[in-house]
């Protein structure tokens, strides 16, 4: 199976920085896109942005400018850079990966979610 933990979330004052990290684990034969994703208290899951393994990276429009995702493959490591954060962040951020996998029965594609960490800015 695969496995994504998160870290870095916690308690930060408006205007400041945080960076989360999501690492995937397992038999992974590759990852193709790799995502973050947030819920804010009392809503509905929000795509925050997303890195595929070549192509376009994009962003929420509420994030754009001040939030930055990249990926280091050899580590199978997603990151989110989050500056000027705002209390309208706060929220569990969860991270996403596309992952092939290796099986018995050969590669088997599949998304696969964290478990989620926690962001609260305060104002």
């Known amino acids: 199976q695969v496995q ?11 205007g400041e920085s945080l960076r989360l990290s999501c690492v995937a684990s ?19 899951r929000e795509l925050v942005a997303v890195i595929p393994s070549g192509g376009t990276i994009e962003y929420s429009d ?6 930055t995702i990249s990926r280091d493959n050899a580590k199978n490591t997603v990151y989110l850079q989050m500056n000027s954060l705002k209390p309208e962040d706060t ?11 290796d099986t018995t029965w050969g590669p088997r594609g599949g998304r696969y979610w964290g478990q989620g960490t926690q962001v609260s800015v305060s104002s």
């Open 62 to 67: 509420s994030v754009k400018g001040r939030f």
């Open 91 to 101: 929220a569990v951020y969860i991270c996403m990966a596309d992952v092939v996998r």
């Open 26 to 44: 397992g038999s992974i034969a590759s990852i193709n896109a790799m995502a973050w994703y947030r819920q804010p208290p009392g809503k509905q």
């Open 4 to 14: 994504l933990e998160e870290s870095g979330g916690g308690l930060v004052q408006a």
